[in-house]
């Protein structure tokens, strides 16, 4: 336990935990951004007190250039002089571990942990390694962690980091296509649960997000593919010029490690990450009412994903629902035949699947259900109204079972036909 007394105000208590390598510091002190009122007079009686919990409001995305150089300014400036933990994976760390060593040896990073982290082991047993590593080099509470590598990682990461100290700082440097213009520029980090996809999680923004392309010239065109679904999914959803470029452009860029051309990568990237922020700012903590645009093609794929043993990427199983709620749409005259079928086409140019065997009647009624229990009771499927325009189906009655089998039927006889 420790005091501080700060001018014109109370004392503070804060972390009886604390270490003694702590207990000098007042650096989590000093850096509240807000002046301590009081002490306060205690009301003589009262039923209830409003208590503000004011939280972490602002970080940053940057795109980056060159990031690993000797000099690659932004992520030595992020850490700063704080102890920190770098967690990667063992690709990441064979391709790109030693420049990053080499960089950070300029810090006070302290380890570099190599976590077997893939969507098999994508659990709470990771989270409670990078936990015990960071107790074992006595990371404080101005510790932090970078996560170094796919979303994957940058989840693992996120939750361990809300949890160490009762909240730690992360920074990300996402490596894949789903790091950068998805899961590794929001809030939220979970990890999957007795076959249930990322059902313990938390809401803990990083402090910084750095974007550096270059990194996905290593990644497998698998990967490339599947991030490619994140970007589909906004192109639909509400951009369509973002859809256009992907039409036109979605193919090289996938072949040339997103290297090929260069303007058009750049350009994805940065729709694809305005269009998420956009998105997530009106709603960063999803309390904000459940409609939301970026659940397009994250309904059926949780479900999809887990009944496949997690042995198909998230990124094709968001291609596959998109596939779906495409044919609900098209069933419910919400889009034409013409639009269904440049979305379908988009995602056979970009070599992502439209349909795979478990997608059945009843994992879908399941699906549909689990959603209306994680949106406050609305169902919410977001299925496309045009191109760049989508809308929300609120209740099961307007997705019948009859229109799920008819969807069911036609999306897997157009997939056995156009394979
Ligand atoms: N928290 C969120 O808001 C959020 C949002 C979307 C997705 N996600 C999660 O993200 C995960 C999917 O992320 P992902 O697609 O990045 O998967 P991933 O982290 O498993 O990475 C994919 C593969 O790419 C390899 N890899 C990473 N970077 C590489 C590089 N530069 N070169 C070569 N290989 C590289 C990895 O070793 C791995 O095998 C899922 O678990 C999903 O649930 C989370
Ligand atoms: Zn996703």
Redesign the pocket.
Known sequence: MRSTTFEGALAVNDDEGASPDEGASTDNLTSLPTARIGPRPAPLEWASIAMDCPARTRYEVLLCHSLLRPDGSALLEAIGDRRALLVT????DR??GSAMRALLEKTNTVSTLVLD???ET?SMALVEAVVAEALSHGLNRRGLLISF???????IV?LSASLIRRGVGHIRV??????QI???I?????V?FRAK??FV?CFHPPEQVLIDPA??????RR?LA??VA?AIKMGIARDVKLFELLESRSLELIMSGFDEPAAAGRELLQRSIWAMLDELRQNPYEDQGYERLVDFGHTFSPAL?AAMGFGI???EAVAIDMALSATIARSLGLISSEVWQRIVNLLRTTSLPIFARPLELQLCRDALREACRHRGGSMNLVVPAGIGRAVFLKSRDEVPDSLLEESLACLSSYAVADS
């Not at 590598?149 to 989840?155: A, F, I, K, P, R």
């Not at 929001?186 to 979970?190: F, H, I, T």
């Not at 990194?215 to 497998?220: E, H, I, M, V, Y």
């Open positions: 994976t063992p690709t990441v391709l790109h982290a893939r969507e994508k590598g796919g979303g994957v990682c940058s989840d996120t996402p490596t894949t296509l789903i790091g998805d899961a590794g929001g809030l939220k980090g979970a999957n996809k990322s999680g990194f996905l010239k290593s990644l497998p990967f599947s991030g994140e994903e990427h998230h990124g």
